[in-house]
């Protein structure tokens, strides 16, 4: 969302607890190494770092709930009663949530006897005053009596923005008298009574002919049928307590100041420990060094030197040998004189090829080769395929409904696979160099093949257009991240976006071949189904990943056929996901 005016800055103001429960709910049981259930923690920072990797936001604050109760308890204590306890699995996670709040360097808001949503209430009035456009990061809709034209709610989860006008099409009035309609209607999830017998419609169309609650118990008399004139005359101060209840506070005690709310860099030290003790290795990546080999960051990891004449070294492939991006781990591993290096692969590049193997043994080193090369093996398959086979790792990935169709006859845009199925794909974009779609899936889905319901670095785009006839204004470019376009007609560059020309003939082997030009190790083939078909026809895959649903189109487009190995199947959510690896003999090289 653009400012309203490019002077303003923008403050983001997160709905912390609430992201919590949406995350433990959301995500399964996820443990580290030590026991401790992190679904949570890693949910939730997932959708910190989103929101500071793609909105770069000039402000952020983290709003919590304090233990306690609060204001509304004192006036009906009733309220929420019905909800059950924190589950203990959760419980035990918020103390590292907020850790990973402080480590970010991001300021917390928590007071006792308020809620989250009036702390946010309060600092997106003060924000606003200042001169600040605001952000409110939820997904509750008790937040859209905050709305003005300079406040605004995202939520990330459905990347939807909503402003004044979508609330006036989700509940018929501007933001300020949506707490009548709330005071009207109740919250179950709250256990705000309202007046029972009047739903969320009947609400809307009293506020929208009376404005208030208190003009339309005033003007009662006038109120049609006469079984609704009964529950409000039976229940009008129910309907005042609810409206009092639904308010979200403006004058809670937390003050707007700019320089204390500003974003900063993050603790990095706290913040790279914290994320290896809760073993999010991804997430982790991205907040180290990336020049370093993990030979490196292990030796630069142990403050006493003197242990490593006493250590083993344990390698998943041969420590390099020469000076490329990096200085040669042979070397270093040699210069702090380590005992033993157990390696569970030789490297087949031929700048190495065993010859850091042979300097480590000259140097005195024992060496152990070939310990789980199985595991090692699949750990650097995209490694070894773009070497030995000098392609790239190909994946293909799609969603299919239960009778077999990924999409209906018309290319109408609709979700097959479930939410959490498709934040599984974001995190897989994420451990790929690329990912690529064809034309009528970039024209008809029009996807950003971006990481935003995960955490980590966005794929180059690959988009197949062969005779350049897809709008400009789609989002593959936006020129946000490095796009290729590959067609027929013509070769251009211009800032984050290649276009670039193959012949008719062969064009997916071409293709291929270009991307590895390209240094692309690994891509994921997302469709759609004439896409993925060229690539099974032609034996250019590795890996199929495939999403079966429980939704049914009854007729449409079918999904590809596939042979392959079934290696693995598991449940996401209500999706069946089975993985295949191509082993019948003709993958092509």
């Known amino acids: 969302m653009p400012s309203t005016e490019s002077s303003r800055k923008t403050l983001y103001l997160i709905d ?41 936001p000039d402000g952020l604050v983290v709003a919590f709930d304090e233990k306690g109760p609060t204001l509304r308890h004192e006036e009906f204590t009733a309220y929420k009663a019905q909800r059950p306890p924190m589950p203990e699995g959760m419980s035990a996670q918020i103390p590292y949530i907020h850790r990973v709040v402080d480590d970010l360097n991001i300021p917390a808001v928590r007071q006792a006897g308020y809620e989250a949503d009036d702390l946010i209430g309060t600092l997106a009035h003060q924000a606003e005053q200042a001169g600040f456009d605001v952000v409110i990061v939820t997904g509750d809709k008790d937040m859209f009596q905050l709305l003005t034209p300079h406040v605004r709610i995202y939520d990330p989860v459905k990347d939807k923005w909503l402003g004044e006008v979508e609330c006036v099409e989700r509940f018929g009035v501007e933001p300020a008298r949506v707490v009548e309609i709330m005071g009207l209607m109740g919250d179950a999830a709250d256990n705000i009574p309202g007046v029972k017998g009047i739903g969320e419609k009947t609400a809307m169309k009293l506020i929208a002919q009376f404005n208030t609650i208190e003009e339309l118990l005033r003007r009662v008399e006038e109120v049609a049928p006469p079984r609704i004139k009964a529950l409000l005359v039976d229940q009008a101060e129910n309907a005042r307590l609810s409206r009092r209840l639904a308010t ?42 990336s020049f370093s080999h993990a030979e490196a960051n292990a030796v630069n990891s142990v403050l006493d030197k003197e242990v490593l004449k006493k250590s ?60 789980l090369k199985k595991e090692g093996a699949e750990l650097n398959k995209r490694f070894f395929t773009f070497v030995e086979k000098k392609r790239p790792f190909i994946v293909l990935k799609w ?28 995190k897989w974009r994420s451990e790929e160099d690329a990912v690529l779609v064809g034309t ?39 020129k946000t991240q490095n796009t290729i376009c590959y067609n027929v007609l013509k070769h251009e560059e211009h800032p984050n976006l290649k276009l670039i020309r193959l012949d008719e003939d062969d064009f997916i082997n071409q293709l291929v071949q270009n991307l590895y030009k390209q240094k692309i190790q690994s891509i994921m083939v997302e469709g759609g189904a004439q896409t993925l078909k060229l690539f099974i026809e032609s034996g250019l895959w590795d890996e199929a990943r495939t999403f079966t649903s429980t939704r049914s189109f009854g007729e449409g487009i079918a999904s590809p056929l596939l042979h392959g190995e079934l290696i693995s199947q598991e449940s996401i959510s209500s999706d069946l996901l089975k993985i295949y690896k191509h082993s019948d003999g003709k993958n092509k090289s």
């Open 440 to 478: 009528k899936t970039a024209a008809h889905d029009n996807p950003t093949l971006s990481v935003r319901d995960w955490s980590g670095r966005n794929p180059i785009r690959v988009v197949i257009d062969r005779f350049l006839r897809l709008p400009s204004n789609l989002n593959l470019f936006d």
């Open 248 to 289: 979200i506070q403006l004058d809670s005690p937390v003050a707007f100041e700019p320089a204390t709310y500003h974003l900063k860099p993050p603790h990095q030290d706290q913040l790279t420990d914290l994320l290896r003790e809760l073993g999010f290795t991804t997430l982790l990546k991205s907040f180290q060094p």
């Open 312 to 371: 083993t070294v344990y390698v998943n492939l041969e420590p390099c040998s020469h000076d490329g991006k990096t200085p040669p781990c042979a070397d270093l591993l040699i210069r702090h004189q380590i005992k033993c290096v157990v390696i569970a692969n030789s490297d087949t590049n031929p700048l190495v090829a065993g010859n850091g193997i042979k300097k480590l043994m000259e140097a005195g080193i024992e060496v152990k080769l070939g310990v």
């Open 16 to 56: 912390g607890s609430a992201y919590i429960y949406r995350a433990f709910f959301a995500l399964p049981a996820l443990n580290n190494s030590q026991g401790l259930q992190t679904n949570a923690i890693l949910g939730f920072t997932t959708t910190l770092l989103k929101i500071i990797r793609e909105r770069k």
């Open 399 to 426: 969603a299919q409904t239960d009778d077999g169709f990924i999409a209906h006859s018309n290319y109408e845009s609709r979700w097959i696979s479930s939410e959490l199925s498709r934040q599984v794909v974001h």
